[in-house]
């Protein structure tokens, strides 16, 4: 079992649509969580990250994470086509991570107009 | 001004050969990475050095040979390139140690081994 499983998707809304994006993990000494997007052909850029449970929001964007059954999601309203994306929830180890993250598998998310 | 510079951006070659990639980063940052993208888009972290020290080497074959100069360059040697090699090579930097680095990505190196 992969520490991080996230749905590859692909995923095709229309504009103006939420989005939720949703992935697992295994180790409960996960306390960090990320979410990452990546544009084609381009690098993961830091989209959010969270610690502990609960939700955090930055304008159209929420994570939200559920500790008690190791789930963390990424909500976007008002979806936009510039929001399509590959989106990489990411999470280090416990204690001293230097930048040890694990990804989960990415999700291919397409905002048509 | 480029946060993270790699260079080449794609790299054809053949199985065998030895070939490097480079990067740069201008954040002033003590730590940097390589990670792997595979054709799934799995993105797994390789090496990771912090002002020039290895922190982290992930069970990477020892054909792939990392190099500091600085604390602001990371470059990457491959010896003899096996098909498998064949990936996106993304260079990054983060803040040092700790939970939670965020991590910035450079634009990534396109390999293909024929």
């Known amino acids: 079992q992969k520490e991080v499983e996230q749905d590859p998707g692909p995923l095709s809304v229309p504009e103006g649509a939420i989005v939720s994006l949703n992935c697992t993990y295994s180790?409960?000494?996960?306390?960090?969580f990320m979410w990452y997007r990546q544009y084609s052909r381009k690098g993961p850029e830091l989209l959010m990250y969270?610690?502990?449970?609960g939700n955090k929001e930055d304008g159209r964007f929420t994570a939200q994470v559920d500790k008690s059954s190791k789930y963390i999601s990424l909500f976007i309203r008002d979806s936009q086509p510039s929001d399509s994306a590959t989106y990489l929830c990411?999470?280090?180890?416990?204690?001293?991570?230097?930048?040890?993250?694990?990804f989960g598998q990415g999700t291919i998310l397409t905002v048509h107009p | 001004d480029t946060a993270v510079s790699q260079t080449p951006k794609y790299l054809v070659t053949q199985m065998g050969n030895d070939k490097s990639i480079k990067c740069e980063q201008n954040?002033?940052?003590?730590?940097m990475y390589w990670y792997k993208q595979d054709s799934k888009k799995f993105l797994k972290i390789m090496f990771s050095?912090?002002?020039?020290?290895?922190?982290i080497n992930e069970t990477v074959p020892n054909r792939f040979s990392p190099k500091s100069p600085d604390k602001a360059h990371l470059n990457l040697h491959i010896n003899s390139l096996e098909l498998g090699d064949s990936a996106v090579y993304f260079c990054?930097?983060?803040?040092?140690?700790?939970?939670?680095?965020?991590?910035?990505f450079g634009s990534g190196t396109q390999l293909s081994v024929l």
């Open positions: 990411a999470t280090p180890p416990a204690g001293t991570s230097y930048g040890k993250l694990t």
């Open positions: 180790n409960s000494a996960f306390q960090y």
């Open positions: 969270t610690y502990s449970s």
């Open positions: 954040l002033g940052h003590d730590t």
């Open positions: 050095y912090n002002n020039k020290e290895l922190i």
């Open positions: 990054a930097t983060g803040t040092t140690g700790g939970w939670g680095e965020k991590l910035f």
